[in-house]
């Protein structure tokens, strides 16, 4: 193993923690329809993505090379700067993660990184093609092309197999939905494992320990994939919750359309080395598919508090990580400043999620009742038969007895 120096040890370690936020941050990209069709059950969806995602890191290394040879100038980079631009991500996953926002764990890192990189090297230090090629183009395209995709494939779905029995094609829909969620949690483990990867091996090419333009170490591939692994695991019940039950109600075909959609668009964009947004991909995906489906609409209320956090992430992760590098420049105890106020800030981040607890027993509760918009055009759009009305029964009120009961005849008549 390469020559790793204390600050390197950190830096490592606390990529690493931002790959196990990563895992449960986005755990609800391949997991959460699964989980809200009831194809499958809670924890055996998040173990099945889990290992899926280690399998995944070890099919590609473009996108970490995207990262570690292409994004910033690695030559002029610092350990502390990995640092800071790791402090900046972690903190922007685990805000996001408290209040339920399935914001991009890719875009938290590429803005940390930025924005440390600036603040210690200048503009000059970041490769702007690069960002706006593989990083910023790619974020707009992506929940607009697999939401476009997924719609079309929701309704072929349904017109093809309109007439067929629901209870019948619900099975095979659901079997589908686990071979497509199993295919995004490869997807997400070759794309999203690799960006722990990339800032890894900068790192270590910042940190002399390896040469420049060299490809992540074996050792770098398992631990990331492992990592990532283990947050997935864990479950992202918050985010799971939203993107399964407050963004639109789902039924096993939509699911299937939606998910298939969206590990075709990451992984082409793996294979090219664009450093895509899973979440972006899945959230356009999910919100196609509803509204695919005639009487199906998405919660707009909940997409805008998505659509916000997304424009944040880049700007708000720079912000952080432009502020921890200044301080990590006052020298070794402006670093360690640094990772107590990570750590603590964690902590109180955790200790507020404790009070509403969101697990695998409460995560298909409805996040949000419909807007008033939503009500609206579920009413002048009805959905087609056998998708609503399966499992409604109508009672027929008793007649209400009469308010004026007759009186007994009188015994004197």
Avoid: C
């Amino acid at each position: 193993m390469e020559h790793i120096t204390l600050l390197l040890g950190i830096v490592i370690v606390t990529a690493l923690v931002f790959d196990f936020t990563n895992g449960f941050h986005d755990t609800a990209n391949a997991m959460a329809t699964t989980i809200s069709t009831g194809a499958l059950k809670p924890k055996v969806a998040v173990a099945m993505s889990a290992a899926l995602n280690l399998v995944g890191a070890f099919l590609s290394v473009e996108v970490a090379n995207t990262i570690s040879k292409g994004l910033v100038d690695e030559t002029g980079i610092r350990p502390e700067v990995i640092f800071a631009a790791l402090v900046g991500a972690i903190l922007w996953n685990l805000v996001t993660w408290l209040v339920g926002l399935p914001s991009s764990s890719s875009h938290a890192l590429m803005g940390g990184l930025v924005g440390a990189t600036i603040a210690s090297a200048g503009t000059g230090a970041v490769h702007g093609d690069v960002l706006v090629g593989k990083v910023l183009l790619p974020a707009v395209a992506a929940p607009i092309v697999a939401g476009l995709a997924a719609m079309v494939a929701t309704r072929l779905s349904y017109k093809l197999s309109g007439d067929a029995d629901t209870k019948a094609t619900k099975k095979g829909y659901r079997a589908g939905q686990i071979a497509s969620a199993g295919l995004v949690s490869l997807a997400h483990g070759t794309n999203d494992a690799q960006k722990t990867m990339g800032i890894i091996t900068l790192a270590l090419v910042a940190g002399g320990a390896v040469a420049p333009d060299s490809d992540p170490p074996v050792w770098v591939i398992l631990s990331a994939g492992l990592a990532i692994a283990l947050g997935t695991y864990l479950g992202g019940w918050r985010i799971i919750r939203t993107m399964g039950k407050g963004l639109t109600d789902l039924q096993p075909r939509q699911g299937f359309a939606a998910q298939t959609s969206a590990a075709t668009v990451i992984l082409a964009s793996s294979h090219i080395g664009f450093s895509l947004s899973t979440t972006h991909s899945v959230s356009g995906s999910v919100m196609g598919a509803g509204l695919g489906r005639k009487g199906g609409v998405v919660r707009w209320s909940t997409a805008t508090r998505m659509a916000v956090a997304w424009v944040l992430t880049l700007p708000a992760a720079a912000l952080v990580g432009a502020l921890a590098e200044w301080v990590t420049g006052f020298g070794t105890w402006g670093t360690a400043l640094v990772a107590v106020f990570l750590v603590a800030s964690s902590f109180a981040i955790w200790r507020r999620s404790r009070r509403e607890v969101i697990d695998h027993n409460n995560v298909n509760d409805t996040e949000e009742p419909p807007g008033v918009v939503t009500q609206a055009i579920a009413a002048v759009t009805p959905p087609p038969a056998g998708t609503v009305a399966e499992g409604l029964t109508a009672t027929i009120p008793a007649p209400a007895e009469s308010a004026v009961t007759p009186s007994a005849p009188s015994a004197a008549a």
